[in-house]
Nanobody, 121 residues
Framework: QVQLVESGGGKAQPGGSLTLSCAAS????????MGWVRQAPGKDLEWVSR??????????WYADSVKGRFTVSRDNAKNSLYLQMDSLKPEDTALYFC????????????RGRGTQVTVSS
């Protein structure tokens, strides 16, 4: 069965950095584009970033709100997905999920359980 396990969340100060990791298993990781979705308190799930199937893929996409601050990457040899988050803002506070593209936004079975990121001084 699909397993996506996120780690690396925590508390950071505005302007700080965090790196999220996701370990994938139970499916052929290299077959799927992957991404990160987040859910802020009281808001809907939204895509933050996506990356194509290759770990040298330049085919990445970012939400306007994180463009220039977040970097998505993957290591297919390790079945892992990453999100480097720099210049964090309080509005980045959310539960972050590793997700298969495109199903992860609507299908709970296509994303992990999430890792909490809190940006606060």
């Amino acid at each position: 069965q699909v397993q996506l396990v996120e780690s690396g969340g925590g508390k950071a100060q505005p302007g700080g950095s965090l790196t999220l990791s996701c370990a994938a298993s139970g499916f052929t990781f290299t077959f799927y584009a992957m991404g990160w979705v987040r859910q802020a308190p009281g808001k809907d799930l939204e895509w933050v970033s996506r990356i194509g199937t290759s770990d040298s893929d330049s085919n990445t996409w970012y939400a306007d709100s994180v463009k220039g601050r977040f970097t998505v990457s993957r290591d297919n040899a390790k079945n892992s997905l990453y999100l480097q988050m720099d210049s964090l803002k309080p509005e980045d506070t959310a539960l972050y999920f590793c997700a298969k593209v495109p199903a992860g936004l609507r299908d709970v079975n296509s994303r992990g359980r999430g890792t909490q990121v809190t940006v606060s001084s």
